[in-house]
C-alpha cells in the first residue's frame, strides 16, 4: 500500500485548501479512510473519515467547514478545508484502515499512513 498526500500549503484565515490522496498498492474490498492532522506540542487527532459504504464522520472543531469525499476505485480520499482558522494549522496525515486480498485469495488486514502534508492558516 502507498498512500501519496497532495494539497498542502499556506493559506490566510478565511481562506480555503483541498487535499487530496490515493492508494496506488494494491486495492481494498472494504475501508475506512481518513484525515488526521497534528498541530506542534499536540496529539494527532482525527479530523475526518469516509467509509466504502459512504458512511462519514467528523471532529467537531471541523464540522460544517470541512467535507470528506471519496473514489472507491483506488480509492482515494479528498478533504475540502473551508473556512480556515489558524487553529487549523497542523500537519495534516492521510490514513486508510481496511480489507484486501492476495494472489491467491488469502484475506490482509491492514491500517496505513500516508506522509504527512503541512497545513499554514496565517492569522
Known amino acids: 500500500v502507498q498512500l501519496q498526500a497532495f494539497g498542502g500549503g499556506l493559506v490566510q484565515a478565511g481562506g480555503f485548501l483541498r487535499l487530496s490522496c490515493a492508494n496506488s498498492g494494491r486495492r481494498f474490498s472494504r475501508y475506512v479512510m481518513g484525515w488526521y492532522r497534528q498541530a506542534p506540542g499536540k496529539q494527532r487527532e482525527l479530523v475526518a473519515s469516509i467509509s466504502s459504504g459512504g458512511n462519514t464522520d467528523y471532529a467537531d472543531s471541523v464540522k460544517g467547514r470541512f467535507t470528506i469525499s471519496g473514489d472507491n476505485a483506488k480509492p482515494a480520499v479528498y478533504l475540502q478545508m473551508n473556512s480556515l482558522k489558524p487553529e487549523d494549522t497542523a500537519v495534516y496525515y492521510c490514513?486508510?484502515?481496511?480489507?484486501?486480498?492476495?494472489?491467491?485469495?488469502?484475506?490482509?488486514?491492514?491500517?496505513?499512513w500516508g506522509q504527512g502534508t503541512l497545513v499554514t492558516v496565517s492569522s
Open positions: 490514513n486508510i484502515e481496511g480489507l484486501q486480498y492476495s494472489d491467491s485469495g488469502e484475506p490482509i488486514a491492514g491500517r496505513y
